[in-house]
DNA sequence: GCCAACGTTGGC
DNA sequence: GCCAACGTTGGC
């Protein structure tokens, strides 16, 4: 099993967005980087869903249901279609009872070296199992890291 | 709105 | 192959 932490700017496409919808087609990356990425995740990986730009927090975890395929929406963008571009497919498994702000992220020490810090343009990336548990935990009620950090 | 980081493009 | 110019992402 890997763990995997995902992009999207809330006024494009948000948790809530995903949620209604109950499935997404995660298309649109057009970074080699993060393409390979999508290409390494397996059906039944965890991904932590993060919203960027406007109040940037992990507010969500979701599973990959489909590995990558072609993305269809290169047809509409000329010259992409050499360079093998993929999506995915997620669902929502659970939101965080409390979304776990970069800012606190930033103030965790065990997280000093996560990607989301270290390559913060970088919009689909791998996260370590202890990274991940430990945001996990900061992301359930009444967590003591929340009376800790803030 | 500004700016830093960084990826891409194109001239040479 | 180098590098300047430019575009995009995303935090603040």
Redesign the pocket.
């Known amino acids: 099993m890997n763990y995997w932490l995902v992009?999207?700017?809330p006024e494009t496409y948000g948790w809530h967005h995903f949620t209604q919808q109950g499935r997404a087609i995660w298309d649109g990356v057009?970074?080699?980087?993060a393409r390979n990425n999508l290409k390494a995740m397996k059906r039944g990986d965890q991904v932590l869903f993060?919203?960027?730009?406007?109040n940037?927090a992990v507010v969500g975890l979701a599973t990959i249901v489909q590995e990558a395929y072609p993305d269809p929406t290169v047809a509409e963008d000329p010259?992409a279609a050499s360079k093998g571009w993929v999506v995915v497919e997620l669902e929502p498994l659970m939101p965080l009872d409390n979304p776990v702000s970069?800012?606190h992220i930033?103030a965790e020490p065990l997280l000093a070296a996560i990607g989301?810090i270290?390559?913060?343009?970088?919009?689909v990336m791998p996260i370590r199992v202890d990274e991940f548990e430990l945001i996990l935990k900061m992301g359930a009620k009444s967590s003591k890291n929340d009376h800790e950090l803030l």
């Open positions: 992009k999207s700017e057009r970074n080699y980087q993060y919203h960027s730009v406007t940037p010259g970069l800012r930033k989301l270290k390559q913060s343009r970088l919009s």
